[in-house]
């Protein structure tokens, strides 16, 4: 096998934004066909990068025995019906997050693609940013010590757009926690290695009209019993996100800015501190042991689909595979459940 052949259900959005163009960069991967619900809108995608074919409904893609793999980046509502029927044409999916509506039928949805013997990925291309990969590295090489606390956020604007899937939950399955939070948890413990062991969480529409919330926050408790924080908010301007992500452990601290993004950018801070000092009552704090750290920047989706593309050329381990995204929103279902119950919830 030699590229990966790709075709994308659900072209229009984040798809045309930045994974296509990610397809386009990757090594062993080729666009090769695109599927939107009009067929204006299909042919425009099609020309705009290129690519073989446009399609206005999933069949006929999925018929195509030149795709190896598909990317679906369709209303979550879509999600798992489109990747069952993807399954069960033989082809390797890429399944944007949130998996599904529920974990339940995530769970649904993982067994089918084992039974039909394809390889389920999920959409958290963070993962594969430079800084994100380096922070991994510091946590993994003990430069920050013991893990005790991380906080990570994402936020941006998004107004009442009647009709939108993404503000009513039978569309979309829940507001910003579902939609960004999950991202920020993935993050947390994809680089310190811990899964999450309870959560206490808080939801809430403050700004808008619609359904979900455009507000949501929780703490988790991770496996080495370090306390975590998630914020995730559709009310903050753009202009103000500032997308970090810190963590503090006993010998020091990571801090990103930025990072937390569609785009490969951002900044690192660290402080590493090696004393065993005794306590110090003056708490002066002048020193400065601040540094930052420079990476090389690349392209997030490329490396995703690039990353996909050699495990199945390769069939080897899935880097993002799609247990870890239902692991992520059994969380985010708990801390709803919290909020709701004002509780906390044991994973
Ligand atoms: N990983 C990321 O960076 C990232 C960013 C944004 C969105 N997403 C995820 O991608 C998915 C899509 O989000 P979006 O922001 O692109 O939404 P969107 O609404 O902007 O785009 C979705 C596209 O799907 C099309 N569509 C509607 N019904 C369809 C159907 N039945 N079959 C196929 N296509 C259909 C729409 O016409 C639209 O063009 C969601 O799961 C979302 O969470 C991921």
Redo the contacts with the bound molecule.
Sequence with gaps: MDKIKWGV???????????IPGILLAKNAELVSV????MA?ANEIKEQFNCKKAFDN?DDLLKDDEIDAVY?????I??KE?AMNAANAGKHILL???ICLTVEEGKEVVDYCKQKNVKLAT????RFHAYHKKMKQLVKDGKIGQVVSARAQLTCWYPDMPG???QSYNTSGGGALM?MGV?CLDLIQYITGFKTKRVAGMASTLTFDYEVEDSGAFLVELENGAICHVESNFNIPDDAAKGRLEFYGTKGSLLAEGTIS?IETGSLEVTFSDDTKDYDAKQDRTEDRTRHIEVEFGNM?AKEIDSFSLSIKNNTKIEVPAIDGIQIQSVVEAAYASSKNSEYVKL
Excluded at 123 to 126: I, K, T
């Design positions: 259900i659900g072209a229009g959005g984040i798809a045309r934004r930045r994974t599927m939107e619900i009009d809108l999933i679906i980046a369709s209303p979550v879509y999600h489109q944007e997050k949130p959409g958290f291309m963070m939108n899937w993404r939609d991202h569609q989706y």
